[in-house]
């Protein structure tokens, strides 16, 4: 064992990233095709390819690249805008469709190329502060650890923006030691990118503040970390610019996140302590409890000076992106385990520390380690992954109904909830469509033409009253789990 870690003290610069990269195509390249299904990463998909249709069918620049969801018809007003995030990864996502197709992978690739990135730069930071075997374990745990075996592929901006964190605070490390103009404008770039992709990039700012903090006096360098201030305004300027021209108006812009500003940021009925225990319960799950004792085991002797830890002290800001994100849009953070994310490199990284000091100090206690860190985290992982398969043979038989029994100007309406069917049918479709009125206004105004509604069995037991509605309105054609109406004109 000493030789290996003797060729890797001495290749490590070239070793690292050929092993950690390795990892990643082995662990992570054979998932990358699996059909969509019925769980959360189907859920972020469905908005990328319901704008994916709406461009398609209405031209990308005709409406001017605003992300649009509802009925694909009308203007852009009538489409209505979906500006919750910003939109340079749906950009990208359709850029990706546009050059290779209709595939589950391709709107995987993006998210999936940007976990293998932040995979190699967490190895370049390990490497910087605790030495290459440390960086070559941080990254083989930043692979298996849930929450990137979930969500790492997951098409959603959460993987870009741990990408460009972590880029950032390289960067930010390397301009410290010599502020190059080329390493700034990387640096610039790389955090516009970020805000550009979605909003936690913009605590960076907070992050690279409380990091200089966190350094003895001397050693303070505050000019790069507040030259991100003026950076965030102008990418909020920019983004705020593009949004107004394509409402329409500025005035247009504001009555839209006023109407998205309705909508409480907080958990509801849920109290402050039940949000916390939550949060911990999600940390548990979406990190394994190796890599959480790991980052606390870090935190605790950082706080009381241990030298070793202090090491850490600067890289423990990558904890503040997913911690201020958590606390002040705690409604959707209590639903999504995701919004953790920007947080994954920290633990990884806490965890191979551990590891590397037990391997110094008592060699047997840090393989024992190594070999129940990361077999904890990898059977955590497999244990959260639906199997594959039948789960989602049923929206397939879906696609194929509507591809069989439909002509290319009829509507389909099913009232499954982020139904893969929008994915695999080519045809128009309106999604988790569950009342009668919903139903009968689309059927209204679709006249002349046919209109086929699909259900799931599953779905038809809880919609007893629809299922009553559509036998008396439309002609029904059972097939095997899913049943078909053909209404009539």
């Known amino acids: 064992m000493n030789g290996c870690v003797d060729v890797l003290e001495r290749r490590g610069v070239v070793l690292v990233p050929l092993l950690i990269l390795a990892a990643a195509l082995a662990i992570h390249a054979p998932r990358l095709n699996r059909p969509f299904g019925p769980d959360i990463a189907t859920a972020a998909a469905s908005y990328q390819i319901l704008f994916a249709r709406h461009w398609d069918e209405a031209g990308f620049f005709e409406l001017r690249g605003v992300p649009c969801v509802g009925p694909p018809a ?12 910003p939109v ?31 995979a190699l730069l967490l190895g370049a930071i390990t ?16 692979l298996l650890t849930p929450m990137v075996f979930s969500y790492g592929d997951m098409p959603n901006p959460e993987a870009m923006v741990l990408a460009t964190l972590l880029g950032g605070w390289l960067l930010h490390e390397r ?63 920019a983004l705020g610019c593009w949004a107004s021209c394509a409402l329409g ?40 409890w190796p890599l959480v004792g790991s980052a606390v085991v870090v935190l605790v002797s950082a706080a009381l000076g241990k030298a070793a830890a202090l090491r ?46 037990l391997l110094e100090t008592r060699p047997l206690f840090g393989v024992l380690a190594t070999v129940v860190l990361m077999g904890s985290v990898s059977l955590v992982a497999l244990a959260q992954q639906r199997p594959l398969g039948r789960p989602e043979q049923p929206y397939r038989d879906i696609a194929t109904l509507i591809t069989r029994f439909s002509q290319p100007d ?25 009342s009668i009125e919903s139903i009968s206004g689309i059927c209204q105004a679709s006249a002349p033409r046919r209109v086929h509604v699909v259900m799931l069995l599953t779905t038809a037991l809880t919609q007893r009253e629809l299922v009553t509605w559509l036998d008396e309105h439309g002609q029904r054609t059972p097939h095997p789990g899913v049943l078909h109406w053909t209404l009539q004109r």
């Open 88 to 118: 340079l990864s749906y950009w990208l996502a359709y850029g990706l469709r546009s050059l290779l197709g209709w595939h589950e992978w391709v709107f995987r690739l993006l998210p999936f190329l940007c976990t293998l990135t932040s």
């Open 410 to 434: 009829d509507i389909i309406i099913t009232p499954e909830a982020f139904g893969p069917a929008l994915f695999y049918t080519e045809r128009r479709l309106y999604e988790n469509q569950r």
């Open 127 to 142: 490497r910087r502060v605790l030495g290459n075997l440390a960086a070559l374990l941080a990254g083989w745990i930043f």
């Open 312 to 357: 850490l002290s600067a890289a423990a800001v990558m904890l503040v992106p997913a911690l201020v994100s958590v606390l002040l849009f705690r409604r959707p953070a209590f639903d999504h385990p995701f919004w953790w994310m920007p947080a994954t490199g920290f633990f990884a990284l806490s965890g191979a520390w551990l590891i590397t000091r």
């Open 249 to 288: 108006s500025f005035d247009a812009l504001v009555q839209h996140f006023s109407e998205v500003a309705r909508t409480p940021f907080s958990a509801g009925a849920v109290s402050f302590s039940e949000f916390v225990l939550m949060q911990g319960r999600t940390l548990l799950a979406t990190m394994g």
């Open 175 to 237: 301009i410290r030691e010599q502020p190059t103009p080329s390493r700034k404008c990387a640096f610039f770039a790389v955090a516009f990118a970020g805000m550009l992709v979605d909003w936690q990039a913009y605590f960076l700012v907070l992050a690279l503040l409380a990091g200089e903090a966190l350094r003895p006096a001397g050693t303070r360098r505050w000019r790069e970390a507040l030259g991100l201030i003026p950076l965030s305004v102008v990418a909020v300027v």
């Open 74 to 85: 009308g203007t852009v007003i009538e489409r209505h805008p979906y500006l919750h995030h």
